[in-house]
């Protein structure tokens, strides 16, 4: 089929796709607006520098005049620090540095108050080293806790030629001189999923928050948990890309044991209040990723392409209509996703300055217009660009593993800009010296200065998010995609009429049929031509048929 497709798309005929979405009227989550909040970055109430709870409680009113549905917290866990809260000692605690339980709870409590769910992320391939299974593990090899890990006894050469997605290899090398398997960093040992005690404590674990009101759980590296029964040799070289993850690894990732995982927990959900569950499923083909949305699995799992796609309508329209089949076969809605923590920041990738701002708005209005739900990451509503994080101040250790040739993530894990102030209001103590230093000019982009901006990009994302919500065509439709040279096209038929969204991805004005009226554009330049309008490179329009 994807050949087909890719020949379909890149012919220069309008390629007319209709792609189903065969929903029923929907759950909340089938077409949330899910805010994804870096903690450490968002808001430090107790004026240490770093984001907490009671911070991004005092910005609730922000997130709900914003117009999303749902916040994603990134790992709020005690953790050992060596990943960005990936490598999680406690997994029903609060890190101190964060706040407490009790913090959660409030803010949970709040949160539904102004009419948004909360979600959090469970990181279940793996512990930290400082665990106290793995500290168990380490100090008696015989113990139960050893088992819940992946230990090979002392040998000359590792168990396999399995290699750390952040560079170097898999397996390091225990005091007594046994070896474990670490797909991340050594300091992120890999559970053994094969032991049941692993699968009986996570599912403590969702429960313990579910019953303190949380709506679901990010499920991070869903694809992993298991590894294949022997650890048999990958058959492929290596892969430098971080999450381009194909058949050359086909022993690490997607053993077929994991899917019943997923209908364990998608149980447990069900018996909560419209709790969901979203999985980072990075695998390279998306049936494959579909598949971990089937009915009685994950609720979504992102569909990450189009943060990966160059700027090119015939990637973007080859992304959204491999997506939109892929999920409709199996029912589930499409998880849309643009940036998040682990990428670039968009205005960058998309070329930075004018022109990676162009594109950031006109992407943006075209994710919003697709059916299903999408993913909007902290600070993409300011237009953030990629920060430049001195190296001594840099944390992420994927710039330490590759020893200083990948740049890192810290660029796009800056702190939020809220005002014009000293500090520009980042924390409570303008005087603190936040985590990751924040750029001199910060201020520029602050949430105070967009809000009065009729122009500016806060604008664009609260007037989409309401446009979206005004007209659930587009996120419950029926949704036709078609591209004509650079122009790529949205024609959804739903609850509340036609509609569509039209994006420019030329360099040269395309002019657009317009036949009933413009619900939002990304520029302010749209002059009529004839009976249509002249759409200007780089930018996207949603039009109402009726
Ligand atoms: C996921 C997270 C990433 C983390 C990794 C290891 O990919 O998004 O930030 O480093 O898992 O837990």
Known sequence: MGNMLARLLRAAIPAQRVATTAAPRSPWWRTAVVYQVYLRSFA???GNGIGDLQGLRSRLPYLAWLGVDALWINPHYPSGGADGGYDVIDYRAVDPEYGDVADLEQLVADARRVGLRVILDVVPNHTSDQHPWFQEALADPSSAAASRYHFAPPSEEPPNNWRSLFGGP???RTPDGRWY??????EQPDLNWRDPAVAEDFERTLRF?????????RVDVAYGLFKDADLRDNPGTYSPTLFGHGPEQAMTWNQPEVHDVWRRWRAICDEYDEAMLVGEVSLADVGQVALYSRPDELHQSLAFRLLKSPWSAEDYAEAVVEALDAFGEVGAPVS?????????????RFGGGDVGTARARAAVLLMLALPGSAYVYAGDELGLPQAAVPDEAKRD???FRSGGLRAGRDGCRVPMPWNETRG??????????PWLPIPEDWGRYAVSRQARDGGSMLTLYRRALAQRRAHPSFAEGEASVSRQGDVLTVRSVGPSGTVRCVVNMGSQPVVVRCPGSVLLSSTTRLPRSGDGLALPPDTAVWLSED
């Not at 398997?181 to 050594?186: D, G, I, K, V």
């Open 181 to 186: 398997l670490h797909l991340f960093t050594p």
């Open 336 to 348: 849309w996703v643009l940036s998040n923590h682990d990428k670039e920041r968009k205005v960058t």
């Open 424 to 433: 520009v209001g980042f924390s409570t103590d303008p005087d603190a010296r």
């Open 170 to 172: 898999a397996w390091s």
């Open 209 to 217: 928050w579910l019953d303190r009101g949380v709506s679901g759980f």
């Open 44 to 46: 430090d109430a107790d």
């Open 397 to 399: 250790p994927i710039f």
